[in-house]
């Protein structure tokens, strides 16, 4: 049985806070409280089934960021990269990208790219 919950963001004190309510029992979380939350609950869900699909839904619509700030670096353990993006309510995701991913995610955005040029009216 579920229980009714409600989020909501107050304005306690003049700091925005939220309030998480489940039943009959609240809890006021502040910023630090809620990217605590958002880490435990995604190490949570990836141990959950069914797991995450692994292609998006053409049916759901998704928070697309603008503009993201992103920042790679070599990865320490394997051959490839590891991949950060912020994300400004979910915060930094790290992905570790092996060589032939990089390959991959390289040919794909060099496409885009070539189209966006060819739309343009750009020479290759």
Known sequence: MTRPMSIEVINEYGTPTVR?????????????DVDGVIQCLSAIRASMQPEVPKHPSR?????????????????PLLDGAVLFFRHTGLGWAGFSLPQHSLVQLSDAL?????KQGELAGLPN
């Open 20 to 32: 998480l309510a489940v039943d009959q029992h609240a809890v006021l979380l502040e910023a630090d």
């Open 59 to 75: 049916l759901q619509q998704y928070v697309i960021e603008m503009d993201p700030c992103w920042h790679t670096e070599k990865n």
């Open 110 to 114: 060099s496409a885009h790219l070539q």
